[in-house]
């Protein structure tokens, strides 16, 4: 069963067309009718889970949100990276390239996830930082 349809509301970012999504059902801390973020594509944000998109973050290219994970604020997720577990994209942060966040890590403020980098457990990254290339960062 779907949990968010499109608005109607469209956005062109970047040469992208993007959705406004509104839920469908109760899930999470999320009510039937909330409006939520901006996507270009349902396979951006999966039906299944508790996983969404906020405000006016923006999730667009390849990139995937599933699970629990949530993506809030001014962030924007793009390219062929993925957002799983309970990990959180917030403020102003980007996360792009083959990326992936996992597990309960935060990535806030102005922080920048590229590459191939990988972000796990509770890691958290938050300010200016900018984590790229094949760089793991986990909780140990």
Same mark, same amino acid.
């Given at each position: 069963?779907?949990?968010?349809?499109?608005?109607?509301?469209?956005?062109?970012?970047?040469?992208?067309?993007?959705?406004?999504?509104?839920?469908?059902?109760?899930?999470?801390?999320?009510?039937?009718?909330?409006?939520?973020?901006?996507?270009?594509?349902?396979?951006?944000?999966?039906?299944?889970?508790?996983?969404?998109?906020?405000? +006016? =973050?923006?999730?667009?290219?390849?990139? &995937? *949100?599933? $699970?629990?994970?949530? @993506?809030? /604020? !001014? %962030? #924007?997720?793009?390219?062929?990276?993925?957002?799983?577990?309970?990990?959180?994209?917030?403020?102003?942060?980007?996360?792009?390239?083959?990326?992936?966040?996992?597990?309960?890590?935060?990535?806030?403020? +102005? =922080?920048?996830?590229?590459?191939?980098? &990988? *972000?796990? $457990?509770?890691?958290? @990254?938050? /300010? !200016? %930082? #900018?984590?790229?290339?094949?760089?793991?960062?986990?909780?140990?």
């Amino acid at each position: 069963m779907k949990k968010y349809e499109f608005t109607g509301e469209t956005l062109d970012w970047k040469g992208r067309i993007l959705h406004r999504i509104r839920a469908l059902r109760d899930f999470g801390d999320v009510k039937t009718g909330d409006i939520g973020g901006w996507i270009e594509k349902e396979k951006n944000l999966s039906h299944e889970g508790d996983c969404w998109i906020y405000g +006016s =973050a923006k999730v667009y290219g390849s990139a &995937k *949100i599933c $699970d629990l994970a949530k @993506i809030y /604020g !001014s %962030a #924007k997720v793009y390219d062929s990276t993925k957002i799983c577990g309970s990990a959180i994209v917030c403020g102003s942060a980007i996360v792009c390239g083959s990326a992936i966040v996992c597990g309960s890590a935060k990535i806030c403020d +102005s =922080a920048k996830i590229c590459d191939s980098a &990988k *972000i796990c $457990d509770s890691a958290e @990254i938050y /300010g !200016s %930082a #900018k984590i790229c290339d094949s760089a793991c960062i986990n909780s140990d």
